[in-house]
């Protein structure tokens, strides 16, 4: 196949709709889309290769897959080595651990389905993912495995025309499996990250080598710059809000189509030297960038313009030393005479070799937790409090049915009701429960839907769930049965940000007609927390003092400096400040419907100080949610329960 140079232009916009995207460059909220100008290329190319291959009966599935692992491994591999280096001088063990999955997975081709199974409400900030931008890499790998495969069943059963009619219909129900999954009340995150609904970007390019265009010169460069203003166009105005991919992706897979269809070699869009540069290390650019993105917030300089210019250079420059010394060293099979003309060509065992070993690495980082004995002992001590989270999380956490905290056997002696915050303390409540065991409490908690009679989300409907729990404490329990309410309060309260949340009325939860304010909040807080008194004996936890950051990563990170370094703390005067209006509308609550306050401040607060750590060791998991070794200390507040009752 002929060198398209319309095709390597068309790689150059695609990652720099990327790169500009991932560094939020303003004006190009839309840039992820160059992800799916990549698929097509991919579907081209690949369809291309292979039945060129076949009409000359020299089709092997194995030398494909060699030409394939040549041209995206070596840089792969490379990435993940000096990522390695780079992490055992400076990441915590958590983040050791975090990058040994990341790199195993990315250079196992999975990594896409770790970063599905990982999506959710506890999972790691995607920008502190180093290897997150890999699931594009094992999508394609993965398409490239079974691609082949089917295409030679499908045409040894029913010839080349029924091959193009069984694409045709793969297209479309991918597509249509696409559109479905990409709604926020279906499984949006298998949608973004699955091969089954990202098939359909990468068979439209074979559609396009199978059905070739044959029109004339202006016909031509009309398709081409409708193409090339489809995908502008998407890159300018649409956004992260978008369902994606969805029928949205409909435009950039269009556009490139397009553009590949028209198939105008010395464009001066796609055939100027500049885009023909860019084109020919986009991949390595594209490897590279995204560490650098990482590298902003991991180094907290993502607000700066000087240090984001210098991270979209570093990227850039290591992508063009990555494509120079590595991936045009490997990127074609040597002729005989030059296979042993190292460094300047490679061959395929030893690339296998050392990724393999890679891979193995990664993985055995991961279960060595990081490679802790790298720091002094408390540094792992502080560090590994991320982990020391309530057992039963992923049993009960962001279920709509209620769980027993171990299981449901019997009825319950306490409610533990509210979001995440009420899944960190649950354990706490099971030792306050005189003789207690796990099946004592029901825990009822969905991340991010605080327990507000009468609100919606924009992305998941907390309004049904809370009714479904008042019917379930009304129905299921004793009366005499405490129910212990625990939210993320202030966060709803004052933010930083709850846009996406709006109350609505009642009797008509399909309408969306007040907006948040701090006076609504309060008004359905007294209303939801009263109305439950009416049935069950109401304890509402205060505000859980909370941080602006990340409470076992500062600390480990203050130990790597200096092991003796002081615990963590705000002052009481700093929580009373986020919290005092609240903490007035709790005591509103207390006094019009005589539920009962459970003040956290005497066991995590004394001596003026909210205590972030305590002897060495974080009380919290994160920025706000307690660990299972800060829940020791609110276990005598949880007793005043039982004391009462």
Same mark, same amino acid.
């Given at each position: 196949?002929?060198?398209?140079?319309?095709?390597?232009?068309?790689?150059?916009?695609?990652?720099?709709?990327?790169?500009?995207?991932?560094?939020?460059?303003?004006?190009?909220?839309?840039?992820?889309?160059?992800?799916?100008?990549?698929?097509?290329?991919?579907?081209?190319?690949?369809?291309?290769?292979?039945?060129?291959?076949?009409?000359?009966?020299?089709? $092997?599935?194995?030398?494909?897959?060699?030409?394939?692992?040549?041209?995206?491994?070596?840089?792969?591999?490379?990435?993940?080595?000096?990522?390695?280096?780079?992490?055992?001088?400076?990441?915590?063990?958590?983040?050791?651990?975090?990058?040994?999955?990341?790199?195993?997975?990315?250079?196992?081709?999975?990594?896409?389905?770790?970063?599905?199974?990982?999506?959710?409400?506890?999972?790691?900030?995607?920008?502190?993912?180093?290897?997150?931008?890999?699931?594009?890499?094992?999508?394609?790998?993965?398409?490239?495995?079974?691609?082949?495969?089917?295409?030679?069943? =499908?045409?040894?059963?029913?010839?080349?025309?029924?091959?193009?009619?069984?694409?045709?219909?793969?297209?479309?129900?991918?597509?249509?499996?696409?559109?479905?999954?990409?709604?926020?009340?279906?499984?949006?995150?298998?949608?973004?990250?699955?091969?089954?609904?990202?098939?359909?970007?990468?068979?439209?390019?074979?559609?396009?080598?199978?059905?070739?265009?044959?029109?004339?010169?202006?016909?031509?460069?009309?398709?081409?710059?409708?193409?090339?203003?489809?995908?502008?166009?998407?890159?300018?105005?649409?956004?992260?809000?978008?369902?994606?991919?969805?029928?949205?992706?409909?435009?950039?897979?269009?556009?490139?189509?397009? =553009?590949?269809?028209?198939?105008?070699?010395?464009?001066?869009?796609?055939?100027?030297?500049?885009?023909?540069?860019?084109?020919?290390?986009?991949? $390595?650019?594209?490897?590279?960038?995204?560490?650098?993105?990482?590298?902003?917030?991991?180094?907290?300089?993502?607000?700066?313009?000087?240090?984001?210019?210098?991270?979209?250079?570093?990227?850039?420059?290591?992508?063009?030393? $990555?494509?120079?010394?590595?991936?045009?060293?490997?990127?074609?099979?040597?002729?005989?005479?030059?296979?042993?003309?190292?460094?300047?060509?490679?061959?395929?065992?030893?690339?296998?070799?050392?990724?393999?070993?890679?891979?193995?690495?990664?993985?055995?980082?991961?279960?060595?937790?990081?490679?802790?004995?790298?720091?002094?002992?408390?540094?792992?001590?502080?560090?590994?409090?991320?982990?020391?989270?309530?057992?039963?999380?992923?049993?009960?956490?962001?279920?709509?049915?209620?769980?027993?905290?171990?299981?449901?056997?019997?009825?319950?002696?306490?409610?533990?009701?509210?979001?995440?915050?009420?899944?960190?303390?649950?354990?706490? =409540?099971?030792?306050?429960?005189?003789?207690?065991?796990?099946?004592?409490?029901?825990?009822?908690?969905?991340?991010?839907?605080?327990?507000?009679?009468?609100?919606?989300?924009?992305?998941?409907?907390?309004?049904?769930?809370?009714?479904?729990?008042?019917?379930?404490?009304?129905?299921?329990?004793?009366?005499?049965?405490?129910?212990?309410?625990?939210?993320?309060?202030?966060?709803?309260?004052?933010?930083?940000?709850?846009?996406?949340?709006?109350?609505?009325?009642?009797?008509?939860?399909?309408?969306?007609?007040?907006?948040?304010?701090?006076?609504?909040?309060?008004?359905?807080?007294?209303?939801?927390?009263?109305?439950?008194?009416?049935?069950?004996?109401?304890?509402?936890?205060?505000?859980?003092?909370?941080?602006?950051?990340?409470?076992?990563?500062?600390?480990?990170?203050?130990?790597?400096?200096?092991?003796?370094?002081?615990?963590?703390?705000?002052?009481?005067?700093?929580?009373?400040?986020?919290?005092?209006?609240?903490?007035?509308?709790?005591?509103?609550?207390?006094?019009?419907?005589?539920?009962?306050?459970?003040?956290?401040?005497?066991?995590?607060?004394?001596?003026?100080?909210?205590?972030? $750590?305590?002897?060495?060791?974080?009380?919290?998991?994160?920025?706000?949610?307690?660990?299972?070794?800060?829940?020791?200390?609110?276990?005598?507040?949880?007793?005043?329960?039982?004391?009462?009752?």
């Amino acid at each position: 196949m002929n060198f398209r140079n319309d095709i390597n232009g068309l790689r150059a916009f695609a990652v720099l709709a990327v790169v500009l995207f991932h560094f939020d460059v303003p004006g190009f909220k839309g840039g992820f889309l160059g992800v799916d100008v990549f698929f097509v290329i991919s579907g081209y190319l690949m369809t291309s290769i292979i039945f060129r291959r076949l009409s000359k009966d020299r089709f $092997s599935v194995l030398e494909f897959y060699g030409d394939r692992a040549r041209r995206i491994i070596p840089a792969l591999a490379f990435l993940c080595f000096a990522l390695g280096v780079f992490g055992w001088l400076i990441f915590l063990p958590s983040e050791f651990r975090a990058f040994g999955k990341a790199a195993g997975s990315s250079l196992g081709f999975f990594s896409n389905i770790v970063y599905w199974r990982e999506a959710g409400y506890f999972d790691t900030r995607s920008h502190l993912k180093w290897l997150l931008h890999t699931w594009s890499l094992s999508v394609e790998w993965q398409f490239y495995l079974l691609y082949p495969l089917g295409i030679l069943l =499908v045409r040894k059963l029913f010839g080349r025309r029924g091959t193009k009619i069984a694409l045709v219909g793969a297209a479309l129900v991918s597509f249509a499996a696409c559109v479905y999954l990409s709604d926020p009340t279906k499984w949006p995150t298998a949608a973004f990250f699955l091969l089954p609904t990202r098939a359909w970007e990468m068979i439209a390019g074979g559609l396009v080598y199978l059905f070739p265009l044959t029109a004339g010169r202006p016909v031509r460069r009309t398709l081409e710059c409708i193409g090339l203003a489809m995908i502008a166009y998407g890159a300018v105005m649409f956004n992260e809000n978008n369902e994606w991919p969805g029928y949205l992706a409909l435009v950039p897979v269009l556009g490139t189509a397009f =553009v590949i269809l028209a198939a105008r070699r010395h464009s001066i869009f796609t055939g100027n030297p500049l885009a023909q540069f860019i084109g020919k290390i986009s991949y $390595s650019v594209y490897l590279w960038h995204w560490p650098f993105v990482v590298a902003l917030t991991y180094f907290d300089r993502e607000g700066s313009l000087r240090w984001r210019a210098a991270a979209i250079a570093g990227g850039f420059v290591m992508g063009y030393l $990555s494509y120079a010394l590595v991936e045009s060293k490997t990127r074609k099979p040597p002729a005989r005479d030059e296979a042993r003309a190292f460094p300047r060509f490679i061959t395929l065992r030893p690339i296998l070799a050392f990724t393999l070993l890679l891979a193995i690495g990664g993985g055995s980082i991961y279960a060595s937790q990081g490679v802790p004995n790298r720091f002094d002992r408390s540094v792992f001590i502080a560090d590994s409090e991320t982990y020391d989270t309530n057992p039963h999380r992923t049993k009960c956490h962001m279920m709509i049915d209620p769980c027993d905290v171990a299981n449901k056997q019997k009825e319950s002696r306490v409610v533990v009701l509210g979001d995440s915050h009420a899944e960190a303390i649950a354990e706490a =409540v099971v030792d306050a429960v005189p003789n207690g065991k796990p099946d004592d409490v029901l825990l009822i908690t969905i991340e991010g839907c605080p327990t507000i009679y009468g609100i919606r989300r924009g992305n998941g409907d907390c309004f049904d769930q809370d009714r479904k729990y008042i019917d379930i404490l009304s129905r299921d329990q004793s009366a005499k049965t405490p129910v212990i309410i625990a939210n993320h309060w202030s966060q709803y309260w004052s933010g930083p940000t709850m846009d996406d949340f709006a109350f609505v009325n009642p009797e008509q939860p399909a309408q969306t007609s007040t907006p948040f304010t701090t006076e609504l909040y309060r008004e359905h807080l007294l209303s939801t927390v009263c109305r439950i008194s009416k049935i069950r004996p109401v304890y509402l936890v205060e505000p859980i003092p909370e941080f602006d950051f990340n409470v076992p990563l500062t600390l480990a990170r203050e130990k790597m400096r200096d092991p003796k370094a002081p615990d963590l703390s705000i002052t009481m005067s700093d929580y009373v400040q986020r919290n005092g209006a609240l903490l007035q509308a709790m005591h509103q609550a207390h006094d019009q419907c005589g539920i009962h306050l459970l003040d956290p401040r005497p066991f995590l607060c004394p001596d003026g100080k909210c205590m972030g $750590s305590h002897d060495g060791r974080p009380l919290y998991s994160d920025f706000h949610h307690m660990s299972e070794y800060g829940n020791r200390f609110l276990v005598p507040m949880f007793r005043r329960v039982f004391e009462q009752g």
